[in-house]
């Protein structure tokens, strides 16, 4: 086998203990580094071997690091980190506000070809392998309509989002898909749905000690690209009530796509994910991702890419004579 590939994780939260967790089950890679933004001695790895650093050692790591996962949140970590750290390192990252990743693209391609690296952005599950199967599923079935759903769940980015509001302590928040349009998306029907008619958004907070609960309802419901579009509801509880209620994080969703061959015949593509943890699942993505972005910059392909620049092959241990006898 090659060298391992040395993989780095950027951010201890969630997603990064994900990362942590999923390496080991990757034979050819191994865990380099984690860099917190928290004093480095109050982390206390999975394996008490991995060495912690502070984000300021980056820059002098250049010669360590294969490919650097970065684990931050998409509202203000990843606009910031994403750029800067694409022109030090490979990255991968799963920056998820939909409506802006083509201006992230940008920041991130730059920095990126200009110091040959390669930056594989919004990997994931949605974005990600949803993304895969929308693609798919309209290349197959161009006369057609495509339908996405996420939940039940608890949706990470929207969770941070809220969770930087000013007045809140803590909280989670849940998308819960509208079974009604569910059922007529499975019908064929090929409704027109506006936002408002897919999901609901349900969010359970802390507040902080003197902050104003309508103030930070209204912050809130009024947040563009996260929850302004939908019906969203604001649940105000105790820190005890959320450590006991809502640790578990659960998730998923569906890409469903009805379309037509001919006048007689139509087709419905499903593709469906049940998560019993967002943040491992997520991390797990990014984490065959990484082996992908080491490949491809071995190929000399620099600058920022997105799942859909990636051959499936590439995400894979096996090699191609053992995907073809395997597994096509």
Known sequence: MDELIRIAIAGYGNLGRGVEAAIPKNPDMRLAGIYTRRPPEQLVPLDGATPVFGMDALPDHGDRIDVLILCGGSKEDLPEQGPRLAALFNTVDSFDTHARIPEYFAAVDTPAKLNRKTALISAGW?????????????????DGATYTF????????????????????????????????????????????????????????????????????????????????????????????LARDHHAMVHGGFVIHSGNTSAASAHVIEYALKLGSNPEF?????????????????????????????????????????LRAELL
């Open 126 to 142: 949605d974005p990600g392998m949803f993304s895969l199967h929308r693609a798919i599923s309209e290349a197959l079935l161009p």
């Open 150 to 241: 996420w939940g039940d769940g608890l949706s990470q980015g929207h969770s941070d989002a809220l969770r930087r509001v000013p007045g809140v302590a803590g909280g989670v928040q849940y998308t819960r898909p509208i079974r009604d349009a569910m059922d007529r998306v499975r019908s064929g029907s090929r409704p027109v749905l506006a936002t408002r008619e897919k999901h609901t958004r349900e969010c359970f907070v802390v507040l902080q000690d003197g902050a104003n609960a309508e103030e930070v309802r209204r912050a809130i419901v009024t947040m563009p690209h996260y929850f302004a579009d939908y019906d969203t509801t604001v649940h105000f509880i105790s820190a005890d009530e």
């Open 282 to 322: 997520t991390a797990s993505v990014l984490v065959a991702y990484a082996r992908a972005v080491h490949r491809l910059h071995a190929l000399g392909q620099y600058g920022a890419k997105t799942v859909f620049d990636v051959p499936p092959g590439m995400l894979s241990i096996k090699s191609p004579e053992q």
